[in-house]
């Protein structure tokens, strides 16, 4: 069995302490402007680096300065602790 889907009550006391983040659906996305563009390459290193450690990777859009994060584990169809875990890596790692 995988990682449990978080409940309604559980993904509203985690959003509570992820005050960046938002529901989309089924994933919770964190829009991030980075000084310069080389400023944001390297946030999106810092977060891969942490995102292998944890075994959990972001969906990461870059629009030059413009870093857009999107979580969801996929292999349980939805919002989980792991989500909300490397949200606050996340959090952290940009600041």
């Known amino acids: 069995m995988g990682t449990p889907l978080l409940s309604a009550p559980e ?4 959003l509570a302490t ?5 529901r989309d659906g089924d ?7 980075a000084p310069s563009f080389l400023a944001g390459i390297e946030t999106v290193r810092k977060v891969a680096t942490a995102a292998e450690v944890a075994d959990h990777h972001p969906d990461i859009d870059i629009r030059w300065r413009t870093l857009r994060f999107t979580l969801s584990t996929h292999s349980a169809g939805g919002l989980t602790a792991l989500d909300t875990a490397m949200a606050h ?3 952290d790692l940009v600041g």
């Open 89 to 91: 890596t996340i959090d």
């Open 18 to 22: 992820l005050p960046e983040w938002s």
């Open 11 to 14: 993904l509203t006391i985690a």
């Open 27 to 33: 994933a919770i996305t964190r829009t991030v402007q």
